[in-house]
């Protein structure tokens, strides 16, 4: 997103792009505010329920398929900026808010469907069917949940801390749309990076021509169990690049914490399940992170959690004041002076229909949650939108641990059900449905927020997207759900659906009194630590939590992004330009390698559900052996790292690099 200095983009002496130039106001958005362009029209809504429900379905099934959802708001803003150019050929076309609102709309599908797939399809594994209407209820009423409660915070996060949280996946999408509605240099470097990203995760996971995870698992002394490795794919080293080496090292640092010092201990102190016992070292890495230290990650982002609600209280207390206020009907005419972007949805539809919300939450049978868990989901929920929102700012949508959270809220509902003497955890469980897709949702709605504060987008108007996009979703989740259990069977092999099964475990885990408690007190005495030394807790937290293979390319390209900063530093003249420049470049570049990763595993995901190719491993294998795989991962991750950081750097000292 650079911009030459001009007079609507004066310039800046950092090596932020322009679009995150500050003012006396704030940023300089791409459409100035006194600008109205078409935004939240038809053709968007339509546009965007279509990719909505495509991309709900995909990430239902990858998600139940590998564990993992992929971010669905720059596939999404690719697409539909293909489609509003076809419609411009017609002479209908789109503006770039339009092409936001529909990223806006379809993304949501994305938030809602991890929220679904990690949380209410554990109900199979307690030997219960898929209730369709319950899942829709469950859905829509966290969803809404996730995008009100996100609103009183929006201008903490998204403004006040514009600077401190970069919303990778919201800033490249902003990169993206800008590069596309310029149709410059731009549209070249998102394209070259995309292309290197398709082909690489077509190679790697359509034809396993080569491993993109390398791991090792090894022993030192009388110590067992040190564990190092990465899943070296495009996308997360993109996000590294962006959220850059500060924050990548602090999720790496948690990573390194669990996996060469906790787990290790572990291992050698005999705290391996009997399953594992004489299997091979990273086996026993990967069982014992699954079986504790996640329980670890989830007692520190309990603490962090709480102390980020803590830091935000002012902010809270002010949302709130204003909440009142509006209800008393004495601000309307000071929200209709504000300028077009800083204009939300009312607090007074906030509050209201958080009450009414959870009212239902008790009143639907099918909800199946009670007086109890709705208190705790509305109490909880609000907690974790704030921490979701906040976390996505840090490391990106992609690596935002909303099972973690919804292993909180599990352990929280099941500890107060259980001494209410509630003993269903499929109560438990839809409690913390609720809450997962909340957060799911606010990590969404959060990153779409920051891309439309970077373009100049009505924060109204991406909310009102947003809801319809979750109502939608929530309609189709349920049958979706309920075919593919009909279809694969949730839990088996070809849709082992991890988290839900996790989720259905601690659950009757802690009605039954065997959860466990003490790595969830080591992770919060861990995390109290880290506040007394004034240390980020979130990211340390979630780096704990997350397996090592997703904080190490993080922090890989955060290490590229330190290595080309150092590099065009020494080159640079006394303005910055080149370091401007070759900023600029590599997020353009990056947000292509996002959005590459995304779409292939769209047309995989599109392979596996139509039946095309192998079912096992991949679609079209070659056949390799395994150590050819890993030999040949190696030389495609120097390749890749190769590959961008010649993109950053070639011709990076032309003044018309990214032009204007």
């Known amino acids: 997103m650079e911009h030459e200095p001009s007079e609507n983009h004066p310039e800046a002496s950092d090596s932020r792009t322009a679009s995150e130039q500050s003012t006396a106001d704030g940023p300089s958005p791409y459409v100035p505010a006194g600008k ?30 590998s564990g993992m959802t992929i971010s669905a708001s720059i596939p999404a803003a690719v697409i539909s900026m293909g489609l509003f150019y076809g419609l411009r050929r017609a002479g209908i076309g789109g503006s770039i808010l339009e092409n936001n609102i529909v990223q806006t709309m379809t993304s949501a599908g994305e938030a809602l469907a991890a929220g679904v797939i990690f949380t209410i399809a554990g109900v199979t594994f307690l030997d219960e069917s898929i209730d369709i209407v319950g899942t829709a209820s469950v859905a829509i009423l966290g969803g809404l949940l996730g995008v009100l409660f996100m609103i009183p915070m929006r201008r903490y996060l998204i403004v006040d801390k514009h600077e401190e949280l970069p919303y990778p996946e919201g800033t490249a999408c ?23 990203s398709f082909i690489y995760m077509w190679l790697a996971n359509g034809m396993a021509a080569f491993r993109t995870t390398l791991q090792t698992a090894f022993s030192a002394g009388e110590t067992d169990g040190f564990a190092i490795g990465g899943d070296f794919t495009p996308a997360l080293i993109g996000v590294g690049y962006i959220i850059g080496p500060r924050i990548a090292g602090y999720v790496f640092g948690g990573g390194l914490i669990a996996w060469m010092m906790l787990i290790p201990l572990l291992i050698t102190g005999g705290f391996v399940p009997e399953s594992t016992a004489d299997a091979a070292l990273m086996v026993q890495a990967d069982k014992v992170w699954d079986e504790y230290i996640r329980y670890v990650g989830a007692g520190a982002m309990i603490v962090g959690g709480f102390y980020a609600i803590l830091s935000m209280r002012g902010t809270i207390a002010d949302a709130l004041g204003t909440a009142a206020t509006e209800i008393r009907g004495s601000e309307s005419a000071a929200m209709s002076d504000r300028k077009r972007t800083q204009r939300d949805l009312p607090m007074k539809l906030v509050v209201v229909g958080a009450v009414l919300i959870a009212l239902a939450l008790v009143a639907v049978p099918q909800v199946q949650v009670g007086l109890l868990g709705g208190f705790i989901a509305v109490i909880a929920a609000f907690l974790f939108v704030a921490v979701s929102a906040y976390l996505v700012g840090v490391v990106g949508s992609s690596s935002n641990p909303v099972s973690g959270m919804a292993v909180a809220t599990v352990l929280i509902a099941a500890l107060a059900m259980r001494s209410a003497g509630v003993a269903d955890p499929v109560v438990v469980l839809m409690t913390a449905s609720v809450v997962a897709i909340a957060a799911a949702v606010a990590g969404d709605t959060s990153q779409d927020l920051k891309t439309g504060y970077l373009l ?50 601690i659950s009757e885990g802690v009605l039954t009194g065997s959860a466990q408690w003490g790595m969830i007190l080591i992770g919060a005495v861990f995390a109290f630590v880290l506040i007394l030394m004034d240390v980020p807790v979130l990211p340390f937290a979630v780096g704990i939590y997350l397996p090592i293979t997703l904080s190490t390319p993080i922090f890989l390209g955060g290490l590229l992004r330190a290595g080309i900063d150092r590099y065009v530093a020494r080159r640079d003249d006394e303005d910055g330009t080149l370091a401007e420049h070759a900023t600029s470049r590599g997020r353009i570049v990056a947000a292509g ?55 950053v750097l070639w011709n990076a000292d032309s003044a018309e690099t990214v032009d204007t």
């Open 456 to 505: 100049g987008a009505t924060p109204r108007k991406q909310q009102i997207a947003q809801v319809i996009g979750i109502a939608v979703s929530a309609l189709f989740a349920g049958w979706i759900l309920y075919f593919f259990h009909q279809a694969y069977g949730i839990g088996t092999d070809p849709i082992p659906a991890p988290q839900a099964g996790m989720m259905a475990l």
């Open 174 to 196: 902003a990169d993206v749309l800008e590069a596309g509605s310029r149709g410059d240099e731009g549209v070249k470097l998102i394209s070259f990076g995309f292309l290197v």
């Open 593 to 647: 390698l996002i959005t590459g990763e995304a779409i292939m595993g769209i047309v995989i995901g599109a392979l596996y559900i139509t039946g095309s190719g192998n079912a096992e491993g991949a679609p079209y294998p070659l056949g390799l052996a395994g150590e050819t795989q890993t030999l040949l991962g190696v030389v495609a991750l120097v390749a890749l790292v190769g590959l961008f950081t010649a993109s």
């Open 36 to 65: 109205s362009v078409a935004e939240l029209t038809i053709k968007a809504v339509g546009m965007g329920l279509a990719l909505n429900v495509v991309m709900l379905t995909a990430n239902m099934y990858l998600g139940m398929r």
